[in-house]
């Protein structure tokens, strides 16, 4: 799984599938961690919040926000796929408190500001080593802020059976337990649709 394989697959038809392609997911495939999602977006979004996303896609969850009359003071969306951050600026383009940056997330080095939200949903399972990447992010949260993640895990072997062709295609693979044991400060975590997508609450204890 390379870097270069997961772009062209995001970037296939200028990404314009991909938002029907997540409709269908989020009403068959893993219904209660979206709504998760949007509870978590409902209680720590607010006017003063600052908000960071790494892997924003299509800019879907920019979209909850907006449909859920969310304010925050600034909106940073990350992704290296072009033709995904293209479809997400066009969603956005009215709203001068959202910007999108065209960036690798497993390399956060250049970033100096600090947020008070950091959210990333269905990403890690396309980062080499998740665990790493989500604790040095966490160097980007306020005191007292929160980062939410949704990842894929490996379900149950007859929901695995339906979705292992999915993971090939797009060239992902689950999040194993013990990458997630490696990962710090976590609050919260919750799993869905018989282990398929897995949910985890981090908050800056500093």
């Known amino acids: 799984m390379s870097n270069r394989d997961v ?3 995001y970037s296939f038809f200028e990404a314009r599938w991909y938002d029907s392609f997540k409709e269908v997911w ?3 495939g893993t219904p209660k961690a979206e709504k998760k999602i949007r509870i978590f977006l409902k209680e720590y979004v ?9 892997g924003c896609g299509t800019g879907k969850n920019m979209e909850t926000i907006q449909r859920l009359n969310l304010l925050f003071k600034h ?23 959202v910007t999108f940056k065209q960036q690798d997330i497993t390399n956060l ?6 947020y008070d939200v950091i959210i990333s949903t269905w990403v890690m399972s396309h980062i080499h ?9 966490q160097n980007l949260l306020k005191d007292d802020g929160s980062f ?18 999915f993971m090939l295609l797009f060239k992902a693979r689950y999040v194993t337990e013990s990458e997630i044991q ?13 282990n398929l997508a897995t949910s985890i609450l981090i908050k800056n204890t500093n």
């Open 7 to 9: 772009r062209k697959v």
């Open 109 to 114: 080095d250049n970033l100096d500001e600090k």
């Open 182 to 194: 490696k990962v710090q400060n976590i609050k919260e975590i919750k799993r869905y649709s018989f």
């Open 129 to 137: 080593l998740p665990s790493e990447v989500i604790n040095k992010a």
């Open 26 to 28: 989020n009403r068959f």
């Open 75 to 97: 909106y940073l969306g990350l992704d290296f796929t072009p033709d995904m951050l293209n479809q997400a600026i066009n969603k956005s383009k009215a709203n001068n408190r």
């Open 46 to 54: 607010s006017e003063e919040k600052s908000i960071l996303e790494l």
């Open 148 to 165: 939410y993640l949704v990842f894929m895990t490996k379900p149950k072997w007859f929901i695995n059976f339906w979705v292992w062709p």
